[in-house]
């Protein structure tokens, strides 16, 4: 079984999320900001924006849904990723179990073939495997009952930075979901998200964010939001689910500044060895 770590364990896979949902213009010039202090990565380097498309798991009754609209910590998520949308060109896929303790969260992957992930889809197990989070993931899969609930895609850009540190930034566009029960159905019917004037900026740390990175996100009036991608696709894609409680995708409650909101329980900063 894949350990679930506590915040104050110094592991590499822990970091804080902090999101923000802003306009194309807003996005030009926060991007512009950033020149001096971040670079993009190899992915956004070679190709501009890339594809992201995430096959999300849950039961019949949407525990996982449900558990994040609770805001319930120490929650778990499990998805299949691909950085294509054609089976074809798919390579290695990523499995993913992402841990959320407040703003703060915990992610374990492994990579599979694409043979492994058709394997797992008609036999609900990997073949022999001593992969732990493949292991885990089969484990919670047949705990929770769990079944692929809708497909998730975006354009995204990354920046990581220059002194090679772990803050990482990334801005996706073109958010869309459909009901699926696999990566690449065919045909699929996607819905937007949003239009097509908004940008996701999303923060991930290590560590408190630098200085000039706060400036930034005060000079331009940026505002923290609970923005789950999944919480959005479900409420969009599965009109069989109703939440009385929807705040995510409509949020009355945002802080400016990039310091921790009052979001639920929050976690200790993590310690990370250097």
Known sequence: MLPIFKPHQNIYNWRFELKYRISYQQYLAVRNALVPYM???EYTRSSGRYIVRSLYYDSDDYQAYYEKIGGDYGRIKLRIRSYSDKAKDAGLLKVELKTKFGTSMEKHSTFVTREDYEYFLANNHWPETKDHVLVEFERLYHLRALKPKVLLDYRREGYNCRDGGSLRLTFDQQVRSASSASLFPDPVFFRNHY????VILEIKCQ???????A???RQHGLRYIANSKYVQAIEISRPDVINCTAGCFYPERAVLGIDFPADGARAPRASVTK
Do not use: C, Y
């Open 207 to 213: 560590d408190k964010q630098p200085a000039w990175l």
């Open 195 to 198: 239009s097509h004037n908004t």
């Open 39 to 41: 670079v993009q990565d």
């Open 215 to 217: 400036a930034i996100v």
